[in-house]
T-cell receptor, first 117, second 112 residues
Framework: NAGVTQTPKFRVLKTGQSMTLLCAQDMNHEYMYWYRQDPGMGLRLIHYSVGEGTTAKGEVPDGYNVSRLKKQNFLLGLESAAPSQTSVYFC????????????????FGDGTRLSIL | KQEVTQIPAALSVPEGENLVLNCSFTDSAIYNLQWFRQDPGKGLTSLLLIQSSQREQTSGRLNASLDKSSGRSTLYIAASQPGDSATYLCAVHTGTASKLTFGTGTRLQVTL
């Protein structure tokens, strides 16, 4: 049971470098999300997608871009990394609601620990 | 803007004790509330989801209640065990696309 898989698990970047974080889910979920988790601030939504080919901004989207070219994958890009983007990044996915009720939980990956020097 | 607060931030209890974790939110117009568990260095595991029309949900030794009108939820853990040691997060679903707003968590330690 793979569920939600994030790649890589750890990464160290220098300021100004770019990189892409990959999230893959094998549950055929429609909705996918990228969060960042910082000490004392909880998880904050960066971007999300309600289906293949769609993306939308969350609470803290600046400095990040996303793409959802395939239903099972959701990519998070940092074009020019900054020290303020040092964080733990989590991807999550969720299936559509059943019976019109908001009764489906989000499923999370194990996170990517990113340090920017 | 929805804000979610969890009290206490940290809690240490001896094994076998029953305990309550608290979560409060400022906007009562929620669709559901979720409780998650997070182990160190790991992702989040969904424990319970309470829909806005429900008052409580139970899973094993866990019981979560929801009082939407007062903006409060509690997670009750019965007969705590060392394996329950983790950070517990609550999150509320408001708006479209199931976007969640998280609290900062309660770090629980259950001692022998």
């Amino acid at each position: 049971n793979a569920g939600v898989t994030q790649t890589p698990k750890f990464r160290v970047l220098k300021t100004g470098q770019s990189m892409t974080l990959l999230c893959a889910q094998d549950m055929n979920h429609e909705y996918m999300y990228w969060y960042r988790q910082d000490p004392g601030m909880g998880l904050r939504l960066i971007h999300y997608s309600v289906g293949e080919g769609t993306t939308a901004k969350g609470e803290v989207p600046d400095g990040y871009n996303v793409s959802r070219l395939k239903k099972q994958n959701f990519l998070l890009g940092l074009e020019s990394a900054a020290p303020s983007q040092t964080s733990v990044y989590f991807c999550a996915s969720r299936t559509e609601q059943v019976g019109g009720y908001s009764n489906q939980p989000q499923h999370f990956g194990d996170g990517t620990r990113l340090s920017i020097l | 803007k929805q804000e979610v607060t969890q009290i206490p931030a940290a809690l240490s209890v001896p094994e076998g004790e029953n305990l309550v974790l608290n979560c409060s939110f400022t906007d009562s117009a929620i669709y559901n509330l979720q409780w998650f568990r997070q182990d160190p260095g790991k992702g989040l595991t969904s424990l319970l989801l309470i829909q806005s029309s429900q008052r409580e949900q139970t899973s094993g030794r866990l019981n979560a209640s929801l009082d939407k009108s007062s903006g409060r939820s509690t997670l009750y853990i019965a007969a705590s065990q060392p394996g329950d040691s983790a950070t517990y997060l609550c999150a509320v679903h408001t708006g479209t696309a199931s976007k969640l707003t998280f609290g900062t968590g309660t770090r629980l330690q259950v001692t022998l």
